[in-house]
């Protein structure tokens, strides 16, 4: 069965820290997409990034990188020099082969607080 | 500005009443979700429509009952709901593949209390 963890329940860091939100999954599928969700306190998910899963090049948009290893079954994400701005909830997800319904699981989420 | 919107923003209603939540999407996609956040627990997947027919309905109990008259609209229908109910519910749209679907596009919730 496929299943998304998030270790960090809570991460508190101070403006212009980097940080890192862990993300393990696990499948026996060989083809699945990988997602980032932001949701910040408006409610709304906002999509971050999509990975499948025959693309290890990690990828980088601005302030934002994220670390895809099949070895570890790990997809984590940075926030480097983070704001006021990116106090969030932040969801992994793993999306299911089409043919057994294609439906997301979710992580729990990481609730990240940064400070002025 | 998000292409999917969701009304009322905020609900709040009685065991005995009936209430129906409402999602739009702009996005021409040809997919559809219902998901329920409870505080602390990972979003739970209710039901998803996809080309209009439901494809999916995760055990959810008859007091949720879904309608998609069309792709761009979905609605969900509460009557007789009970106060472990209360959750923020979000709308989803995506684009289907031929393999694994899209994205999923969110809406901004509807925070539905139950007294």
């Known amino acids: 069965a496929q299943k998304v963890t998030q270790a960090q329940t809570e991460i508190s860091v101070v403006e212009k820290e980097d940080v890192t939100l862990d993300c393990v999954y696990e499948t026996r599928d060989t083809t699945y997409y990988l997602f980032w969700y932001k949701q910040p306190p408006s409610g709304e998910l906002v999509f971050l990034i999509r990975?499948?899963?025959?693309?290890?090049q990690n990828e980088i948009s601005g302030r934002y990188s994220w670390n895809f290893q099949k070895s570890t079954s790990s997809f984590n994400f940075t926030i480097t020099a983070s704001q006021v701005v990116d106090s969030a909830v932040y969801f992994c997800?793993?999306?299911?082969?089409?043919?057994?319904?294609?439906?997301?699981?979710f992580g729990q989420g990481t609730e990240l607080s940064v400070k002025p | 500005e998000t292409g999917v919107t969701q009304t009322p923003r905020h609900l709040v209603m009685g065991m005995t009443n009936k209430k129906s939540l409402k999602c739009e999407q702009h996005l021409g996609h040809n997919a559809m979700y219902w998901y329920k956040q409870s505080a602390k627990k990972p979003l739970e997947l209710m039901f998803v429509y996809s080309l209009e027919e439901r494809v999916e309905n995760n055990s959810v109990p008859s007091r949720f009952s879904p309608e998609c008259p069309n792709s761009s609209h979905l609605f969900l229908h509460l009557h007789t709901l009970q106060p472990e109910d209360s959750a923020l519910y979000l709308c989803?749209?995506?684009?289907?593949?031929?393999?694994?679907?899209?994205?999923?596009?969110f809406g901004p919730g509807t925070r539905l209390t139950v007294l």
């Open positions: 990975r499948n899963s025959f693309d290890e």
């Open positions: 989803a749209s995506s684009q289907e593949g031929n393999r694994l679907r899209g994205e999923q596009f």
């Open positions: 997800a793993l999306s299911e082969p089409y043919n057994q319904g294609g439906k997301l699981i």
